[in-house]
Structure formats: structure tokens, C-alpha cells
């Protein structure tokens, strides 16, 4: 559970005032130790100020000690900060109390601001009695809260993706990002998104970035701005997410499936060859679990047929091959920036790279209806766009990402090091390249039982993808389904486990010991 | 000795001028009943049994907080001076602590 800290708690911790000092000491350590968050409210800044200067002064007039009004200020606002350094800051937000009606127009906010919060997650920690008494389900005194810890220990929910630790570390800069945007008020093609594309052009080494609508319209745009159409063939794996195949068959064009490596899962490049037949007008490997396949090979394979290679990279943002970057891989690179993806957003988003400049323009025209300038449409074309709001959210978790990618390759590589020792088969890595791990996948025999034990200890884990695409109703019918044997075997055996950059590593262990006692 | 005080906003002033000794001096007050806004008799705070990881935990804010409060302050002259908005605020919040002490 999480606490919003009233400002007599953060009085009395940070004045030491006694008798009620240790039990709000106690109380906050308490929470974070059980995995809560201490929250901060912004609109009581200024009462967390004078308050305590003016508790600081009556005690010096108590101890008769002789500070400046200068030096009691300074000792204040450095007490101050020191105790908000680890502390989460919640917003003010207007609207949230009827302000100047209210009886206490701070303590109204601060209750109203709790609303925020899913039910239960939350408590007001305070000692101020009518409080106390007015709102028993929304407030607790230390005492209440340090009794109710030690008799019932929360213990964090362990997510499959930690997505709300990371929110908590960018809440500044999103809620700046946004507001931002909420003020220029230019929601489509504002300029968060030039600069979007600007710094995610840079991050790839890519010439140019598109943002568009998700990774799906991405990888729909890509195939549109190569006239790929009725009749064509598209080179890919049937071990993938829908949306891979899905945009081919959309445009009319097939998609031809080719089998798997058994240790990467990703394409396997000495069979695309023999699949090439005068119809093929793409290649499209993707780069699995966040690692990219054998794009030299897959490259030179295009190159010797002049067919152009698209990197399904919704899945590898962040990633390198022998050096370079995912999405800067081959022709076209495509990324998805869903919510739980290496680099998401909060809602759907995605983005194209291509050195090309006539990809690049076909692109920025498809985008937005095929229009070459407003209202004049010089190809057919979709409504694609990534909105500003998810772009200035990108930009505010970019910040953070370079960290994020490290913190995925070292407990990428700490999960294989558990896995090799207790002898459990695991998706490889290729050592001239990194996987941004947005999968970390096993291989067991007996799945469903073993996600069984795993539901039982509490522990989330996913299958990524129980069927391969030649075998799903809407797809069979483009290739048999035995023709690709180790998509088939992986689809039945694959399970992964849950990563992000802020995993723990006690999570980590006890998804180890988890399948130890398999 | 025995002197008559009043009771306003938190502090005991004398009714008639009494000079102390200086520092702090434990007194007995005795208070009317009907003064008191609830039966609430001197309660001593509770200790709690804590696991040692989470006094550990208490322990370092602690030490942060009093590596401030014990630290040597600057010299007055050297701290920028209280702006009149600050000043202002500092009435402000006095004030208001007077206003909730009206109810
Ligand atoms: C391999 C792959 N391709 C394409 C997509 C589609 O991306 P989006 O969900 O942003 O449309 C995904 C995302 O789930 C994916 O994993």
C-alpha cells in the first residue's frame, strides 16, 4: 500500500517533534519496505514551508538556541528537501476539492486527490483527528498503519511488466510533457512529433523516422509505400504476432511462411532462399523477443534478388546487430510503441526508419491520406498518425531508456545464467548482437502446468505465440501447417517470464526457484 | 510558587509579569474539565516490534535528517535575506495558525 504523507507526519519527522516522531519514522519506513510508495502532495509545499519554520522557531525559542530568521529558513527548506528526495511527488490538480468552501481547503485536496488512486492502493497518513474521524476509510495514523503492517504484511503484486516503477521514476517530466501539449493544444502533428522523430532518428542512426499510428500501420504503411499488392509474395515467419502477416494479406499480397531457427526462434535465413519465386516483392524478418535475426544473411539474399527487407522491429527498439541499431538494420525498420513494448507509450503508437528518400516521402504522404499537400492526394493512403500526447510521452520515457536497455541485457544475461544452471532450455542469444529482452523466453515441456505453478506462487507469466500463424483460421490456408516443424514445436513448448528494466533481483530469483521446483 | 496563567494559542502567558530563570522549566498546569474537548488522559506512545530491515530503514532517514539538523549553519550575513514575500508568508501562515485556533 502507498501513502500520501499529511503535512503533520512531514512535520514531525522532519522537526523530530516527539512524542509522535518515531511512530511517523516507523510508519514510513515501514511502507517502503513492504514495496509502497510515499507520496509528497505539491499543493502543500508551501504549508510543508512555513509550517515547519515556524515549528523550527518555537523550538528554538524552547531551547533557546539562536538562529537568524536567514538561518532558520535555510535549515528548513535544506530539511526539507533532504526528506522529499526519495519521495514521489502527486500533483495538485484543479478540481479536486471545492477549494475556498471547504472547511480545510488543503486536507479537502489532499482527500480528493486519493480518488486517483485504484481503491485500497492508498491511505492518507496523518494524526489529525477530525480527519481521522471524518474519512476512516481513506486515512490512517501511523499507529493504525504500522499495526495493520506488521499483522497483515502487503507484498507487491508481482506484474508481468512493471510498468508503474517507471512512471513513478518519469512522473515529472510526463506530467510536463503532457500539460505541455494539453496547452498548445496542437493534439496532431505538434511539435512533439518533429521532435520525436528527430531524436529517434539520431538514437537508430537511421536518416530519417515517421511516427505512425502503431506498429501495426508501421508495418501496413511500409508494405504501401513499396506498392506491395494483389498477387505479391512477402517472405516471413510464421512464428510472430498477427500483425506481421496480417497487413500482407490485408493488401492482398501472401504471405509465404518460412521455419524458424530452434534456438534465436527468429527466421531462419538459409531457408529463404528457396522461397523466392518471381512474385516475391519483400522480405520480412522479425526480430523476436527484442533480438534481430540474421540480417547480414537476409541482406545479402535481398540484395542478390534487389528485393527490399523490412525488420519487424516492434519488439527490438534499443537492440544492436554487429554494432548498428534495430529499425536501421535494412531498407525499412519498423517499431511498435504499444505500452508494454522496450519503448512504449500509454496508448498506440509506432514508427518507420529508412535511409530512402522516396520510402521516406511515399511514407509521410500514406501516413496522412496520401495527401503531397492539404487536400491534394497523390496515392492512396490511411489515417496513421501518432497523436502529440503519445509522442511527448515517448520523449519523456527516452530519457530514461538508455538506463532501461542495460538494466534488460544485465538481467537478460543474469535469467540465462539461472536458466544454464539448473538446466533449463531458453531462447538464445548470438553474440554479435543484444536483445532488448521485451520477451524472456524458456522452453518447458508440459506448459500448462507448469503455468499452473506459476499462477499458484503468484508469479505472471505469458506464451508468446501459442499457435504459429499458418496455423490460425484466417491463415492456414496460405501454407500447410507441417511445413514449418520448428515453429510448430516452439509454439507448443515457449513460455515466458516476466522482465523490465525494473525487475528485481528477489523477483528474478523467485521466478528461478519457481521452475527449480518443477 | 503558585502563579495564575491563561491559555491562548498554544502558549501560557502570566497575568501577572513573573521573571524565570532561563531555559526550559517543567510546570504543573491544571486545566478545567470543561476546557478539555474530549476525555483524553496522557497516553504514552506505543512501541512496536519492528523486523530489523525495517528499523534499519528507519534509521537511515534519520541520519539523513540529522546530518541537516546537526550541521553547522552559515553565517547569518552570508544566506541571502528573506525576501518581503517571504516575510509576507511567514505572517501568512502565523495568521492562519491563529484563525484555526479560533474554532
Ligand atoms: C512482432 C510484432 N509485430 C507487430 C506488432 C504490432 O504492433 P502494434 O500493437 O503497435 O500494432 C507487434 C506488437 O504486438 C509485434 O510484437
Request: glycine fraction near 6%; hydrophobic fraction near 40%; charge should be negative.
Amino acid at each position: 500500500m502507498d501513502l500520501l504523507i499529511d503535512v503533520n507526519i512531514a512535520l514531525d519527522i522532519c522537526a523530530k517533534r516527539q512524542p509522535f516522531y518515531t511512530s511517523a519514522r516507523d510508519a514510513l519506513a515501514l511502507c517502503q519496505q513492504q514495496g509502497g510508495k510515499l507520496w509528497l502532495y505539491t499543493g502543500s509545499v508551501q504549508t510543508l514551508e512555513y509550517n515547519l519554520y515556524s515549528t523550527l522557531r518555537r523550538d528554538q525559542e524552547a531551547n533557546e538556541t539562536q538562529l537568524s530568521k536567514r538561518q532558520l529558513h535555510a535549515k528548513c527548506l535544506a530539511l526539507l528537501a533532504t526528506f522529499a528526495a526519495d519521495k514521489q511527488w502527486l500533483a495538485a490538480l484543479a478540481g479536486e476539492g471545492n477549494v475556498f468552501a471547504a472547511d480545510d481547503p488543503e486536507d479537502e485536496q489532499l482527500i480528493r486527490a486519493l480518488d486517483r488512486f485504484a481503491p485500497g492502493t492508498i491511505k492518507l497518513l496523518t494524526r489529525d483527528e477530525p480527519l481521522l474521524e471524518a474519512h476512516p476509510n481513506k486515512t490512517l495514523s501511523p499507529e493504525a498503519f504500522i499495526e495493520q503492517s506488521l499483522q497483515n504484511p502487503s507484498t507487491p503484486k508481482f506484474e508481468f511488466i512493471d510498468l508503474k516503477t517507471q512512471q513513478n521514476a518519469i512522473r515529472p517530466q510526463l506530467e510536463q510533457n503532457i500539460h505541455r501539449v494539453l496547452h498548445h493544444g496542437t493534439y496532431i502533428m505538434g511539435k512533439e512529433v518533429d521532435l520525436l522523430e528527430a531524436k529517434l532518428a539520431a538514437y537508430t542512426g537511421a536518416k530519417h523516422c515517421i511516427t505512425v499510428a502503431s506498429g501495426t500501420e508501421a508495418l501496413l504503411i511500409s508494405l504501401m509505400a513499396l506498392g506491395i499488392g494483389a498477387g505479391d509474395e512477402v517472405i516471413t515467419t510464421p512464428f510472430t504476432f498477427v500483425a506481421t502477416a496480417e497487413v500482407i494479406v490485408l493488401l492482398g499480397a501472401k504471405p509465404v511462411f518460412v521455419d524458424i531457427e530452434p534456438d534465436t526462434c527468429n527466421i531462419d535465413a538459409r531457408l529463404i532462399e528457396a522461397k523466392i519465386t518471381e512474385r516475391t516483392k519483400a522480405i520480412m524478418p522479425v526480430s523476436l523477443y527484442g533480438q534481430p535475426a540474421d540480417m547480414d544473411e537476409i541482406n545479402a539474399i535481398a540484395a542478390k534478388y534487389n528485393l527490399p527487407v523490412i525488420e519487424d522491429a516492434a519488439q527490438s527498439f534499443g537492440a544492436t546487430y554487429k554494432g548498428k541499431k534495430s529499425c536501421h538494420l535494412s531498407t525499412i525498420g519498423c517499431t511498435s510503441f504499444f505500452p508494454s513494448k522496450p519503448l512504449g507509450c500509454y496508448g498506440d503508437g509506432g514508427a518507420i526508419f529508412t535511409d530512402d528518400d522516396a520510402i521516406y516521402h511515399a511514407c509521410r504522404e500514406i501516413r496522412i491520406h496520401g495527401q503531397s499537400r492539404r487536400y491534394y492526394h497523390t496515392r492512396v493512403g490511411v489515417g496513421g498518425r501518432m497523436d502529440t500526447l503519445q509522442c511527448a510521452i515517448v520523449l519523456a520515457k527516452l530519457e530514461r531508456f538508455d538506463w532501461e536497455v542495460e538494466q534488460r541485457i544485465a538481467l537478460g544475461q543474469r535469467y540465462n545464467q539461472l536458466m544454464d544452471e539448473a538446466g533449463i532450455q531458453r531462447v538464445q542469444q548470438r553474440d554479435d548482437r543484444t536483445s532488448v529482452f521485451a520477451q524472456y523466453t524458456v522452453l518447458v515441456e508440459q506448459r500448462s502446468e507448469v503455468e499452473a505453478r506459476f499462477k499458484e506462487a503468484g508469479i505472471p507469466t505469458a506464451v508468446h505465440y501459442p499457435v504459429p500463424l499458418n496455423e490460425q483460421p484466417a491463415y492456414q490456408h496460405l501454407c500447410c501447417a507441417d511445413c514449418t516443424p520448428i515453429a510448430k514445436d516452439r509454439a507448443r513448448r515457449v513460455m515466458s517470464l516476466p522482465m523490465g528494466a525494473d525487475l528485481t533481483q528477489a523477483q528474478q530469483f523467485s521466478v528461478y526457484q519457481t521452475l527449480q521446483k518443477l | 510558587m503558585q502563579v495564575e496563567a491563561i491559555y491562548h494559542q498554544g502558549r501560557l502567558e502570566f497575568i501577572l509579569p513573573v521573571k524565570l530563570r532561563s531555559g526550559r522549566i517543567p510546570l504543573v498546569v491544571q486545566v478545567p474539565d470543561e476546557a478539555v474537548i474530549k476525555d483524553t488522559p496522557y497516553q504514552p506512545q506505543p512501541t512496536y516490534q519492528l523486523p530489523p530491515e525495517v528499523l534499519a530503514l528507519a534509521l537511515v532517514m534519520e541520519e539523513k535528517l540529522d546530518q541537516i539538523r546537526n550541521a553547522p549553519l552559515p553565517n547569518d550575513a552570508d544566506l541571502p535575506s528573506l525576501t518581503a514575500k517571504q516575510l509576507e508568508r511567514i505572517e501568512a501562515f502565523s495568521l492562519r495558525d491563529e484563525i484555526r485556533s479560533w474554532n
